[in-house]
């Protein structure tokens, strides 16, 4: 309980201090200063390009998720564990205290999975373990809060995904 209020706290402080108008600055995988000065260790680009990143500040990283026509396939749920592998704490790293996710795809957050993908090969193999992962990540990283800014419709394995997250709200449509 203690933990889900200070993660709230946080995400209050940090919007209302940095403010939603601040312009974006798009990440390339390395380090770089925000818009504020400081520091900020990036986010590798997306393997497959199904999540970009944008840094408004050091503490505040947004994902819009970019994989039309629904979101969800083998090449978002990659790029998802991937990315929250990045976001894990460690010495040394700077990670941000929070991640809003939201999507560019109109009438979509995230949509169902066809499990017809998964059809017993390697890389639907892989992509399962990495769903079943990705769940278990949002859960146990406590230093970021992950927030679903939905702007569309949501089913299945999407609204399972959102509902793992720290909190979630409707946002504006793309």
């Given at each position: 309980m203690h933990s889900s209020l200070l993660k709230s706290f946080?995400?209050?402080?940090?919007?209302?201090t940095f403010g939603q108008n601040s312009a974006h600055h798009v990440?390339?995988?390395?380090?770089?200063?925000?818009?504020?000065?400081?520091?900020v260790n990036s986010p590798p680009p997306s393997e497959h390009g199904t999540l970009s990143f944008a840094n408004p500040t050091a503490?505040?990283?947004r994902a819009p998720i970019n994989n039309p026509p629904i979101n969800l396939t083998i090449e978002l749920i990659s790029d998802l564990y991937n990315f929250l592998?990045?976001?894990q704490p460690a010495?040394?790293?700077?990670?941000p205290k929070v991640v809003i996710f939201s999507s560019t795809v109109p009438d979509f957050f995230i949509s169902h999975f066809d499990l017809r993908n998964l059809n017993g090969s390697q890389s639907g193999i892989t992509a399962l373990t990495q769903l079943i992962s990705i769940g278990k990540l949002l859960q146990s990283i406590t230093s970021t809060a992950?927030?679903?800014?939905?702007?569309?419709r949501t089913f299945g394995g999407g609204q399972e995904l959102a509902s793992q997250m720290d909190m979630r709200f409707a946002g504006p449509t793309p």
């Open positions: 946080v995400v209050v402080v940090s919007l209302v990440s390339h995988g390395h380090r770089h200063a925000s818009l504020d000065g400081r520091d503490n505040v990283t592998l990045c976001t010495p040394q790293k700077t990670t992950f927030i679903a800014q939905i702007n569309g």
